[in-house]
């Protein structure tokens, strides 16, 4: 199995860019269909074929993106796009306003996209009977439902799971350090009392390396950055854990 890795693997073509808008959009489109939502998916036998009674309405999705840089490459925007800076009606009832720390005023980001394929119903034709992950609460329901620890969402949607390759020293935006922890540290405490804001993130700009904090923040995932194989290895420990919770 190494030896077919290997030489699958060097015979893939690099263009030294880092389109990690396009790879999320790809992984968001790729749930808007059937059968991402499948029991057997593609399957030739016959005995295991799709039908409605093999299909999960209650199937959670998640999406690990790792990179060793910070994208340099845009993305065309879903139509219509929900991005973190305007007014969401949400699947279930809900509205979801400018509020920190989701929201910035940046346009086509990668936190934008995170946030589009949260609060998009991505299969309307399920029933949103997806289990919410709640682990903290505060006896408000109002206030656990928009804490970025919590992930509320009912309906069919995307949360991200980003780990970032040897990039911790970038993140050293004044006021926002990272404390080695998604939803930890003054940085954190900053951004979601409002009194600092996200780098602007572009194509190509050093601040990128907090879009991808931002990203995993607006799809009620978890941020990682890793500098070494062993936080390499926690970080994915910590990642099926959630997934197992």
Known sequence: H????????????????TPLPAAMQRAGEFLKQDVAWQQYPNSRDTSKRNTTENTYSCRSSYHILMTDGMWNAATTAPNPFNHDNVSIDLPDGKTYTRQHPFQDSQPNTLADLAMHYWA??????LSNKLPTYIPFKSGNSTTDYWNPRNDPATWQHMTNFIMGLGLTNSLNSPGIPWAGSTHEGIGYEALVA?????????????????????AAINSRGEFFSVDSPEAMVQAFDDILSRIAD
């Open 120 to 125: 998009t119903d991505l299969n309307a034709n």
């Open 2 to 17: 190494k030896g077919q890795f290997y030489s699958w693997l060097k015979d893939i073509y690099f263009n030294s860019g």
């Open 194 to 214: 409002g009194t600092k804001a996200w780098p602007a993130a572009a194509s190509n700009s050093a601040n990128n390396v907090y879009d991808l904090w931002h």
